[in-house]
């Protein structure tokens, strides 16, 4: 009875692990891009803004 309890359980370890290997291979893949310029210029937009709020304020 044990034996047959350790093949599903041993089935889903090694789908947990490709699972994981994948997810974490994605993952890299998505660090390593890079960011597109629109973005950083939506970026660039907003840190504008913000300073000059704050210069606003502060006045």
Known sequence: MAA????PGTARGA???QID???K??????LTEEVPDRFKDLL???K???S???KEGGQ
């Open 25 to 30: 291979r994605v993952y890299q893949e998505v």
């Open 48 to 50: 504008a803004r913000e």
């Open 44 to 46: 660039d937009q907003l």
């Open 4 to 7: 047959s309890k350790q093949g």
């Open 15 to 17: 789908i947990r692990t």
């Open 52 to 54: 000059g709020d704050a």
């Open 21 to 23: 290997e994948n997810l």
